[in-house]
């Protein structure tokens, strides 16, 4: 039996790799320093399935990972999760109070902390790190002047103190991750039930023209089509082209879908599919603070 391997954005620790966990029923896991070596790797064929951050309910989409989907790979989304995230202040085993002049996380932990880091370290230096993995690496090399921001697994895996839990400033902290694949292949997942099922397109619009948008999300609403996110990214073409990534709350079908994309083209827009897939909605335990 061929074992799937699964890549995501590590390292070890990572919110990513606890996405990873969660869902995978067994498997080989490989960690990339990035996002882009993550899907650069599935589009080479080293990987079967990659698993990278889409989007956060606090600080929106990643928009790495959206426009490299778009404009460097050719990739289908095959499934996504939404997982909580649980942001917790991490110190050095050694720490016994010493001031705190460092803070190492991802920019969007940063950002979903803001408010925390502003009252109670307004002097630290920030320093911004690929993932909250490799800021609690850091710390672990640092020494006890250093914190980091990430979760209950980035603890475990450098042997970290968690010094206080939950410092994000919203509780409905969460994140959708895509699972995507280059040749779409069945998933071997755990048992999770689906909150729904889900399809993603993208519309490119000929020219921006007054009641574009309009007409194009009137295709969908006279066809009783819910879309659950509509967002624009550029072309990188020119100032004022943009594409529109569009999530649509059912599978494709064979026959409202293609009745879309029918109408777009006749006023001059270009549909593509970018997946039809389950979304997962997957709990994660609480840590106790050390």
């Known amino acids: ?38 899907l650069d790797a599935v589009e080479q064929g080293e990987i079967d399935t990659g698993v990278v951050p889409l989007e956060n309910a606090i600080e929106g989409s990643v928009h790495l990972t959206i426009d490299y989907l778009i404009h460097q790979v050719n990739q ?33 932990a940063i950002a979903q902390c803001h408010q925390y880091l502003h009252k109670h370290y307004p002097n630290a230096e920030i320093y911004y790190t690929a993932s909250t993995g490799r800021a609690a690496e850091i710390v672990r090399e640092k020494g006890p002047h250093a914190v980091a921001i990430g979760n209950h697994l ?25 699972v995507v694949q280059k040749d779409p292949k069945t998933l071997k997942v755990k048992e999770h039930p689906v909150a729904k099922q889900k399809t993603t397109v993208m519309v490119t619009l000929p020219q921006d023209y007054v009641g574009a948008l309009h007409q194009v999300l009137a295709a969908f609403a006279w066809r009783k089509m819910n879309l659950s996110k509509i ?30 994309q029918q109408e777009l083209e006749a006023l001059g827009c ?8 389950p979304s997962y909605e997957i709990e994660v335990p609480t840590p106790v603070t050390k």
């Open 154 to 178: 980035a603890a475990e895996m450098n042997e970290l103190k968690i010094m206080e839990s939950n410092i994000h400033d919203y509780d409905n902290n969460h994140t959708r991750f895509a």
């Open 76 to 108: 289908a989304i095959i499934a996504e999760l939404t997982v909580p995230i649980r942001q917790h202040l991490l110190t050095h085993p050694d720490y016994m109070g010493e001031e705190i002049t460092e803070i190492h996380s991802h920019s969007h």
């Open 231 to 260: 967002e624009s990214r550029p072309m990188k073409t020119g100032l004022g082209n943009y594409f529109f990534l569009v999530d649509v709350d059912q599978p494709y079908d064979k026959v409202l879908f293609p009745g879309v």
């Open 1 to 38: 039996m061929t074992v799937q391997k699964i890549g995501y954005l590590g390292p070890k620790g990572t919110f990513t790799k606890m996405a990873v966990d969660s869902l995978f029923e067994g498997g080989e896991f490989v960690s990339y320093d990035t996002i882009p070596a993550c």
């Open 270 to 277: 270009k549909l593509k599919v970018l997946g039809t897939y």
